[in-house]
């Protein structure tokens, strides 16, 4: 299994400004992805983070406004820039680890970010 | 494409009753991971359960138990005697079995256990 921890747990942040959440988990893992979770809603992937490349991002979710890096095997930050009050939600980290054929899925507790 | 249907949006259930939540799900894999997982309201995502494809056997833990039938495409949970503390939103969860690609959630199911 795997252990992630995210910071900060929760945030409140002024609108324009930006926030970088970290994500490292306690063993390599193959894959890590970064989900938003806004109001009352379900959980979207925003991209796939990969080490060593850029980030994969699902449709609607563009680099400029979330940023992502992946600098080794066990720790990813999303930042999200420019902040708006459209942008309050839980964001989660996931890992993906497993040998071939088998994988576990992981989160972690979440970042509650509110913005004002 | 894969898709999660949770139809029950909210569902109130007085202390000790039974309560059942459904999930049906649409995928092209053969073979495929289904996940619960539970948010109480400080916001966690918490595991509880997760079923192979080709492993239809149901399962009980403690008062939660899952049935899952592969032929109507359904893994549905069950909790029995429902406790204030059941009080959350219940996700269900769909990722192909190979590869390392992103889970489909559900839309959740908030369950409200009234004391």
């Known amino acids: 299994s795997a252990v992630i921890s995210q910071k900060p747990s929760r945030d409140i942040c002024q609108r324009g400004t930006s926030l970088t959440i970290q994500c490292q988990v306690d063993s390599q893992v193959t894959m890590m992805f970064w989900y938003r979770q806004q109001p009352g809603q379900s959980l979207t992937l925003i991209a796939t983070a990969n080490q060593g490349s850029e980030a994969t991002y699902e449709s609607g979710f563009v680099i400029d406004k979330f940023p992502i890096s992946r600098p080794n095997l066990t720790f990813s930050t999303l930042t999200v820039s420019n902040m708006s009050p459209e942008d309050s939600s839980i964001y989660l980290c996931?890992?993906?680890?497993?040998?071939?054929?088998?994988?576990?899925?992981?989160f972690g507790q979440g970042t509650r970010l509110t913005v004002v | 494409a894969q898709k999660v249907t949770q139809a029950q949006t909210e569902i109130s259930v007085v202390e000790k009753e039974d309560v059942t939540l459904d999930c049906v799900y649409e995928t092209r894999d053969t073979t495929y991971y289904l996940f619960w997982y539970k948010q109480p309201p400080s916001g966690e995502l918490v595991f509880l359960i997760r079923?192979?494809?080709?492993?239809?056997q149901n399962e009980i833990s403690g008062r939660y138990s899952w049935n899952f039938q592969k032929s109507t495409s359904s893994f549905n949970f069950t909790i029995t005697a429902s406790q204030v503390v059941d009080s959350a939103v219940y996700f269900c969860a769909l990722t192909p079995y190979r590869g390392y690609q992103k889970v489909t959630f559900g839309t959740g199911t908030k369950l409200q256990v009234i004391p």
């Open positions: 996931s890992a993906r680890t497993g040998g071939k054929g088998h994988t576990e899925a992981f």
């Open positions: 079923r192979n494809s080709f492993d239809e």
